[in-house]
């Protein structure tokens, strides 16, 4: 069995996503019309019974989709690096002093002159995942880099010099 993801129509209310786990847990979000939205936790034994009803503001919501959507990519991106050869995956700080604090993402070319991606930023125990191109760096932010060895020395080496023709 593979994980579902169930929607019901809740007349009068809005809608409820349920996902149902491998090992057969329920959990849900639901959306009322007014934009507020519950998490919710389903009784094991009674699956139409909530347990637990947890509303969520938006940005309540938006951290959580935040911390499950990183948690999720950081983890393929470690499956993925042991599966590819030569793929890595590094942490490299902004230093205070670099050229590209207050700069866009995009500015630093590094995909394209590295062929290494920037695929997340942990910024103040926050992470920004999958960034992109108008994201703007602060001093202290924490780059999520993947490539070659030599991809991700080109990164560093861009974000240190602070100049995006490096």
Request: aromatic letters at 2%; a negative charge; charged letters at 25%.
């Amino acid at each position: 069995m593979r994980v579902r993801v169930e929607q019901t129509a809740l007349p009068g209310i809005g809608v409820r996503h349920d996902v149902v786990t491998e090992s057969g847990r329920r959990v849900g979000v639901v959306t009322h019309r007014t934009g507020r939205r519950d998490l919710v936790l389903y009784d094991e034994d009674d699956p139409d019974s909530c347990v637990a009803s947890i509303p969520l503001k938006d940005d309540e919501a938006e951290a959580l989709a935040d911390v499950l959507g990183a948690s999720l990519m950081l983890g393929q991106l470690s499956g993925l690096r042991q599966q590819a050869a030569g793929l890595l995956t590094e942490q490299i700080s902004i230093p205070a002093g670099t050229n590209f604090v207050g700069r866009r993402l995009g500015e630093t070319k590094a995909r394209t002159r590295t062929s290494a991606s920037i695929v997340a930023v942990l910024r103040d125990g926050q992470v920004i995942a999958s960034p992109g191109p108008e994201f703007l760096f602060q001093a202290g932010d924490v780059i999520v880099v993947v490539g070659t060895r030599q991809g991700l020395d080109g990164v560093g080496r861009i974000l240190a010099d602070g100049d995006p023709d490096s």
